[in-house]
């Protein structure tokens, strides 16, 4: 009884630890615009209407149907996100844009609630529970039409005004800071052409990572040994013979070998080394029917006529 | 159209879908080099579990189809069966199943008893930077010479691994090339033996290993993982599974999953890997310039291996006392080649001393190198991916 509910202790556990791995902590609310323009991003009826965007931070998708998205904090759950639709399953690392338009019924993406030009408008993101915020931010009364509020990289940081310029776009449903390299690639390529401040740099942690397991285990053995000695010592004050080497040094094979078909034939015991004697019956049980003298035939033999 | 027009007319299209309309002069390379693969393994016994799947599995990617007809049996074809096999090759997924084989399979007790023995380990990967180096020079982007350089680990599946995840493109040439090389192993690696040793160092005899008990050799696989994947996360995958499988063997109470994990699962996925590591070299992505640098970078890669093991324990003899030396012969054995590079070292010592047997001494850097490489591995991928 103890045994099972240990184990249903570990596994519920395990169920825990795996529903935190996917909780939808890593949604954030990434770039909002409170006023389209006609040159703005449309949606799929042509409207430009006001927009919210959300960002994947996780390494893995995430599914928001059932979130609520609200402007109001008394209203936790304004707009449930809907069931079934298979494009709220955010991929990793990727964006969804809601149209706040106050007209749900026009599908999954289109809020209940509206945004309000010239004033805060404060947008909160809630779990399913309707209680636990997830993600909040208060967009400025300042941004005028055509503009948006957003972090200055997806997922974290600042958030921070674009106008829509060279510098600082606009970027519904894409990456907020756009690449076209990898940074780290780049970086290597220029200040380490010829690849030395790699081989150094992980040279020396190729050799600390393995210098560290080699101590570990010279500390380990060290223990080990001092341990043994100490129930050798223990053992011999007790008064009771310890098995040394020397006891074992006139044992031959054979009587090894006896000891082991002894153990394995009264206790069915082996021990936890690699050799195990295994013993298997031999069977060589014999069948006339098998027997190759009966499946052989004479070779008739020709008749001599003299 | 006449019941004889429409008869050609068919035969027509049906001829424009075999082999034999699709051949290009790229096929039959390939076609003989798998057919040089499957010689090698069948003939010459050089690892043949991993070159016959190989082998077999480049004359399945260069039959020639025509890729227009929609007829999804290619590997690189979204939803072919050949693709869905490759998905464990490109989303990185055997190579962590086929080292929990090796950790299973592998007894760790060589290196517990003479721990100074991995730093032999850590020395060979100097032949995966030094590769490095080669590759930036001949004007590979640092990801890609990274994916290169980690042939000279010596270690087919680290090797898959990486190059899947930094330069996906290269896979094939890459796996082709470390697994080739792995072969050579014992062409490659004894002329360099020879020639950076002197005759007293060949000779000189270690002192036997001391016995591991069962709990070193159980704490080893929980300290090893937690040391090394604390240092390099991004090795995790590769180092987890290597230590697991260890664990599970030790352990001693888990003797069924380690059979399992050092046999059927590890043939299963070796078949599954080098047929679809084969199957991925297809003319038109393997016949390149680029496949002959990274052959020449992969040889570059196991000579640097190899020698910077030997060099290194010649340097570290300078500070240990006489009665501790190591023999230089076991210093190849720090690529991860296993067993086969400890096997050479023990027939080299064998042929300059009949009762010099390094093969448990050079198990200890063979291990090592397993773990050295797959920790290279991860820090490649921590800095470049």
Known sequence: ?????????????????????????????????????????????????????????????????????????????????????????????????????????????????????????????????GRTLIDEVVVPASLTAGQSWARQADGYGDWALRTGGEEDYITPSSANVIRDTNEKIQDFAERDANGWGMTVMAMCIVFSALLV???????????????TRANKARTQSSGEHAVTARDVEHDTGEEIAAIVMALHEHLDAHDRENTILTINKVKRAYSPWSSKIYGLREIPARPTHH | MDFGDFLLKNLRQFWELTGFANAEWGNLVMLLVGLFFIWLAIKKNFEPMLLVPIGFGILIGNIPFNTSAGLEVGIYEQGSVLNILYNGVSAGWYPPLIFLGIGAMTDFSALIANPKLMLIGAAAQFGIFGAYMVALAIGFAPDQAGAIAIIGGADGPTAIFLSSKLAPNLMGAIAVSAYSYMALVPVIQPPLMRLFTTKKERLIKMKPARAVSQNEKIIFPIVGMLLTCFVVPSGLPLLGMLFFGNLLRECGVCS???????????????????????????????????????????????????????????????????????????????????????????????????????????????VAGVIGSAVAAGVLLGFLA
């Open chain 1, 1 to 129: 009884m103890k045994k099972r509910l240990f184990l249903m202790l570990v596994a519920a556990t395990a169920a825990f630890a795996s529903v935190c791995a996917q909780s939808r902590s890593a949604i954030r609310l990434n770039e909002v615009m409170v006023e389209n323009t006609p040159e703005g991003i449309a949606d799929e009826y042509g409207a430009h209407r006001a927009w919210i965007e959300i960002f994947n931070a996780n390494f893995a998708p995430i599914e928001i149907s059932s979130i609520y998205i609200t402007n109001d904090s008394t209203r936790p759950t304004l707009y449930p996100v809907p069931l079934g639709d298979v494009h709220t399953r955010i991929p990793k690392r990727q964006h969804v844009l809601f149209f706040a338009d106050g007209e749900p019924n026009k599908g999954t993406f289109h809020t209940s609630f509206t945004l309000t030009p010239g004033q805060d408008n404060w947008i909160g993101i809630y779990d399913a529970d």
């Open chain 1, 213 to 227: 397991l080699c101590l570990c285990f010279y500390a380990i053995s060290k223990i080990g040994s001092l341990i």
């Open chain 2, 256 to 366: 069924r999953l380690a059979k399992t994990a050092s046999n059927a699962l590890t043939d299963i996925v070796t078949i599954l890997l080098g047929l679809t590591v084969g199957a991925s070299t297809q003319a038109s992505q393997f016949l390149t310039p680029q496949t002959i640098f990274i052959f020449f970078l992969g040889f570059m890669a196991f000579i640097i291996a190899s020698s910077s093991g030997v060099f290194f324990v010649k340097l570290f003899n300078l500070v240990l006392p006489k009665e501790k030396k190591i023999n230089p012969l076991i210093g190849n054995a720090g690529v991860s080649a296993v067993p086969m590079s400890a096997r050479i070292s023990n027939n080299l010592g064998l042929e300059y001393d009949p009762g010099n047997y390094l093969l448990m001494h050079a198990m200890g850097p063979n």
